[in-house]
């Protein structure tokens, strides 16, 4: 009877691995192709073999380590607001008040919003002319007219925490949501037996919640810190890359490489040093994880 079903059951998964093939294996088998060949073009058939001088090329470049900074920086603080606001509106929305229905709705909402459009619609906002950021601090009266205010994506800096703040409110939806999946799998006698031992709500917290939160933070940060290291859309919306390469984080710098300077044997590179970037932060976190974890058993 096995033999029988294993053409029906080859038969059946035959559409998922041609799907997994086409959009995962085969890319991955040719970006690293790419990545150890001169190649300069997405058109070139053969190009020559050069083993890993592209790595050697894309690390020695002043421009990648810069770009890997800004990324690190655009990773931990992104992170840490998303954690912190994320834990905030999960927690009321975990609580039982009216329209609480409605108001997980509207949340949900700017995570619905594609990145391209919010990165479109924040840049919007803060465009120095007419935006509806200064229009909002000259009507709260802290500052005169726009001229007063600075260029918000004019000056490197500036324009790499406007991204930022583009990104968490997109993001921060769906790290709420992932952390009220946790909250609400938390037993309601575990807070009477703590409001019985008189436990304030910062002890509740510390002692309760977060470290019953801790798988689910867990994920959150996993699943965050590999997004955000891999940023590239709300960037390209936003800035692309600038002003002065200010913005420009290694995913973008990756795609720079690759198809404004045609070397793609370069970019493909980057790309598995990205990956192996993000393989080392996440081993790093899940070992520091399960070291809190059995210090708390």
């Keep these: ?45 053969t190009a020559p073999f050069v083993g890993l001088g592209n790595f050697g090329k894309a690390i020695s470049n002043p421009n990648f380590w810069a770009s890997m900074g800004r990324t690190l920086y655009f990773t931990v603080v ?46 919007g906002i803060f465009n120095s002319q007419f935006g509806a950021f200064n229009a909002v601090l000259q009507h709260l009266g802290i500052i005169s007219q726009y001229s007063d205010a600075p260029i ?71 699943l965050r810190i590999i997004e955000a290291f891999k940023v590239f859309d709300v960037i390209y919306a936003m800035t692309r890359g600038g002003p002065a390469n200010g913005t420009m984080t290694i995913a973008y710098y990756a795609y720079n490489i690759a198809f404004s300077n045609q070397s793609f044997g370069i970019g493909s590179a980057l790309a598995y040093l990205i990956v192996f970037a993000i393989a080392i932060l996440s081993a790093i976190y899940l070992r520091a994880l399960r070291r809190s974890e059995m210090s708390l058993l």
């Excluded at 606001?85 to 949900?108: F, K, M």
């Excluded at 436990?199 to 510390?206: C, K, M, Y």
């Design 152 to 222: 918000w994506l004019g000056t490197p800096w500036l324009a790499l925490n406007m991204v930022i703040v583009a990104d968490v409110w997109k993001t921060v939806p769906v790290v709420a949501f992932m952390l009220l999946a946790g909250l609400t799998s938390i037993p309601g006698e575990v807070y009477e037996a703590a409001k019985i031992d008189r436990a304030g709500p910062f002890r509740t917290l510390w002692s309760i919640t977060l470290p019953m939160l801790l798988p689910s933070i867990s994920i959150v940060l996993v």
């Design 78 to 123: 992104s992170t840490t607001i998303e954690l912190v606001l994320g834990l905030a509106i999960a927690a009321l929305l975990n609580a039982r008040i009216h329209g609480r229905w409605l108001l997980r709705t509207i949340v949900v909402i700017p995570w619905a919003v594609p990145t391209i459009v919010s990165g479109a619609l924040w840049k």
């Design 1 to 45: 009877m096995r033999r029988s079903q294993g053409p029906l059951a080859l038969a059946l998964l035959l559409p998922a691995i041609l799907v997994v093939f086409g959009i995962i294996v085969y890319p991955m088998v040719q970006t690293l192709i790419y990545s150890v060949t001169d190649v300069t073009s997405a058109m070139q058939t």
